[in-house]
């Protein structure tokens, strides 16, 4: 079974701290994600890798930065955390095309 | 037009019939399709995938798309109290989902005992 893991189930920080989000993956899949879920907007692409050391832009990318130094982990960082970034934030893995897995979440909350 | 559309419900369905979930897309995102059942707190789990028109079945679930109507469903026969969730429909574009998932908003799916 596919196994993809985040650091954190519950973080609460505070305004204009930097946060880091942890997302680590056993199955050796080439492309990971980073989604927010909020209530009223489903989930959204903030930023995604498709190799090591390589990332894209989402559709919101702005407010975070993202690092991938190994295959297996890919971090989400808050530079800056803000109220409006509280949010579900969502990994997930996919072996190249299609299906993607999912991380259990981690439920941020900025104030 | 969204890319991806889902009616929010709640659909309610009695315990033991069919319930049928219905998804709209736009052009960009017009390759491949998933179903996610996303329980409440917990993240989404993939349920089916389809990548052409016609019917796929899977035990109790078949997701169907049919690309000259933009449209994929997914049906879920003998419905259980455990089928409760939020049911997300994904779509893949040109990059076959290696640039992510475009995802409806979700219907929340209510089997009624």
């Known amino acids: 079974d596919v196994k993809v893991t985040q650091s954190s189930r519950y973080l609460v920080k505070r305004t204009g701290e930097k946060v880091f989000l942890e997302c680590v993956q056993d199955m050796d899949h080439e492309n990971m994600f980073w989604y927010r879920q909020d209530p009223g907007l489903g989930l959204r692409l903030i930023y995604f890798?498709?190799?090591?050391?390589?990332?894209e832009k989402g559709d919101i990318p702005e407010g975070y930065s993202v690092s991938r130094e190994k295959k297996e982990r890919f971090s989400l960082i808050l530079e800056s955390a803000s109220t409006n970034q509280t949010s579900m934030y969502l990994c997930a893995s996919s072996p190249g095309l299609f299906e993607q897995y999912f991380g259990p979440g981690t439920r941020l909350t900025v104030t | 037009q969204k890319e991806v559309e889902q009616n929010s419900g709640p659909l309610s369905v009695p315990e033991g019939a069919i319930a049928s979930l219905n998804c709209t897309y736009s052009?960009?995102?017009?390759?491949?399709f998933f179903w996610y059942r996303q329980y409440s707190g917990k993240s989404p789990e993939l349920i089916m995938s389809?990548?052409?028109?016609g019917d796929k079945e899977d035990g109790r679930f078949t997701a169907q798309l049919n690309k000259a109507s933009q449209y994929v469903s997914l049906l879920i026969r003998d419905s259980q109290p455990s089928d409760s969730a939020t049911y997300l429909c994904?779509?893949?574009?040109?990059?076959?989902?290696?640039?992510?998932?475009?995802f409806g908003k979700g219907t929340h799916l209510i089997i009624q005992p």
């Open positions: 890798s498709y190799d090591v050391k390589m990332k």
């Open positions: 994904a779509g893949a574009g040109s990059g076959g989902g290696a640039d992510g998932l475009t």
């Open positions: 389809i990548y052409s028109n």
């Open positions: 052009d960009r995102v017009s390759q491949s």
